[in-house]
């Protein structure tokens, strides 16, 4: 049977195994060395110490089968609790989306039930007129006929005395009714009367349910009109709170004709410091063929902007609430639920509620539009027309589209997004939660302290690390910045509402 070696044994068994005269030469002079002295010599001769040296018989018979299990229950927990969110947000889902269709549904009957309106009113002057038209004729074919016809006297007489005879006849009869209380047959009658009522009214409906169809190709016809002399637009004026514009292939021109129809300008934005909320799910396919650069720059900032400050004044309503539960010494289950969700989306481990301040704040609009220039090339990169991806996010596992000049040694990607919106979210998110750009939360947590602006040019040193070039891709920034002068849209808001506009594609 094979002698079980002690750890100081196998280090000299190793030594002898790659011949280590050192140790060798104690060993044989009977000079007792430690086991960090073996380990150390060993090393020094750059001779790897096998990890199965190191085993502990309890340490592993005991503590390791432990931790396991321990680590194991941890992430069995973590499941439970992640699945158990997972069934509240789909159920909170579901409570919006069920209440945003019934509103909806509310909306399109009450709409329904104004265009019925409207046309039964547009009917009206019509049907007076053929009743003022049927009633004169009416009434002139009468009165010619008693003018034209000779009247006999006998005749006329006998005429007048039957029908006062059936009139005093009638009083007689509903007099003597009431005054015996029988008062059932003038019931029937009356409710007989109330039937034919709508019986006498039929033909008017049927007139009114035709004369809508017959009048619909004619609301239509100015429509139509309108198509012709712009193609590209349909405009319906109604209040809403956003505009969502669909993705359907925009032409340049068709934008900047949309802008012109709402007076969208940026001359206007930075006086009135407030824009539009209207959304653009991708940008114009044709937008470098704009010949004069300023009026491209100025396009791009019209489309990016609303998105950026969108988000900012998101960020903003769920920092106040993020406030107002702070200071709660009781919260509700729906509120715990918003805040485990909020520490999810911004990485904060351990409910750290001081973190989660510090990362959940806005990003200055200026900065947020020079890298979005810079990073899309004023929306004609080929990253920013095929994946919506305005500030160049890289990835190595999400849906992206892989960079021409690449190297054969690397496998990033450009992260891909479905609209405009979700790239700039991802991108504030980016900054609000990464560790490269920790200095940039720091910075922005003491202009806060400080009660000071955020501002842009006060933050642009801190993201050396977005870009390779590091300082040099800051200055590239701070000159896009004053260049185009986009510290006036760091106080610009939403407005809260404006006129909808769709687009025929």
């Known amino acids: 049977m094979k002698k079980k070696l002690s750890y100081r044994d196998k ?12 140790i060798k030469e104690y060993v044989k002079s009977r000079k007792n060395l430690t086991t960090g002295q073996l380990e150390l010599i ?17 340490k592993d018979t005991f503590i390791k089968p432990i931790s396991k299990a321990k680590s194991n229950l941890i992430e069995f927990k973590e ?43 547009n009917i009206i002057p019509e049907l007076g007129k053929v009743v003022y038209a049927f009633f004169g004729d009416l009434f002139t074919n009468l009165f010619n006929a008693i003018y034209n016809q000779q009247i006999d006297p006998k005749k006329a007489r006998n005429v007048i005395i039957g029908f006062f005879v059936i009139v005093f006849a009638t009083s007689i009869t509903i007099s003597a009714v009431n005054y015996f209380g029988d008062g059932e047959s003038i019931k029937k009658a009356v409710i007989k009367k109330e039937v034919k009522k709508p019986e006498a009214k039929k033909p008017e409906i049927q007139k009114e349910v035709k004369k809508p169809e017959v009048k619909k190709p004619e609301v239509k016809k100015p ?31 068709t934008v900047l004709n949309l802008f012109k129809d709402v007076d969208y300008t940026l001359s206007n934005v930075r006086v009135q410091k407030l824009v539009k909320p209207i959304y653009f799910t991708q940008f114009p396919r044709d937008l470098e ?32 609430k993020l406030k107002l539960l702070s200071k709660k010494k ?97 991108y504030k998110n980016n900054l609000n939660t990464h560790k490269g750009y920790k200095n940039f939360r720091e910075k922005r947590l003491q202009l806060r302290e400080k009660n000071k602006e955020i501002k842009g040019l006060e933050l642009t040193e801190t993201l050396k690390n977005y870009a390779q070039t590091g300082s ?34």
């Open 11 to 22: 280090l000299i068994e190793l030594a002898y195994i790659y011949d280590v005269k050192e």
């Open 289 to 320: 063929t704009i010949q004069s650069s300023k009026l491209k720059k100025e396009t791009f900032i019209q489309i990016v902007l609303p998105l950026v400050v969108a988000e900012n004044e998101r960020i903003l309503e769920d920092r106040e």
């Open 42 to 58: 060993l090393k020094k001769n750059k001779i790897i110490i096998p990890k199965d040296y190191k085993s502990n018989f309890f």
């Open 330 to 426: 009781f919260t509700t289950d729906l509120e715990k639920q918003w805040l485990r969700q909020k520490l999810l989306e911004y990485k904060v481990k351990k409910g750290d509620l001081k973190e989660l301040m510090v990362r959940m704040d806005i990003i200055p609009t200026s900065i947020a539009l020079a890298q979005a220039a810079k990073e899309s090339g004023w929306g004609t990169s080929r990253f920013a027309l095929e994946g919506n991806a305005i500030y160049g996010q890289w990835t190595w596992s999400g849906q992206g589209i892989a960079p021409l000049d690449r190297d054969s040694n690397k496998n990033h990607k450009i992260l891909k997004f479905p609209i405009l919106r979700a790239s700039v979210k991802a």
């Open 472 to 505: 040099e891709y800051t200055k590239i920034l701070n000159q896009i910045i004053t260049q185009n002068r986009l510290t006036d849209f760091e106080p610009v808001k939403l407005v809260g509402s404006v006129k909808q506009i769709e687009l025929s594609s």
């Open 79 to 121: 499941d439970r609790i992640k699945a158990k969110n997972r069934i509240i947000r789909k159920a909170e889902n579901l409570k919006h989306d069920t209440k945003r269709n019934i509103n909806r549904s509310l909306q399109s009957a009450w709409n329904g039930i104004g265009k019925i309106g409207l046309n039964f009113l």
């Open 223 to 253: 429509e139509i009109k309108k198509e012709v002399k712009k193609p590209e637009l349909k405009v319906k004026r109604k209040d809403v709170n956003e505009v969502v514009l669909p993705n359907l292939n925009l032409k340049t021109e």
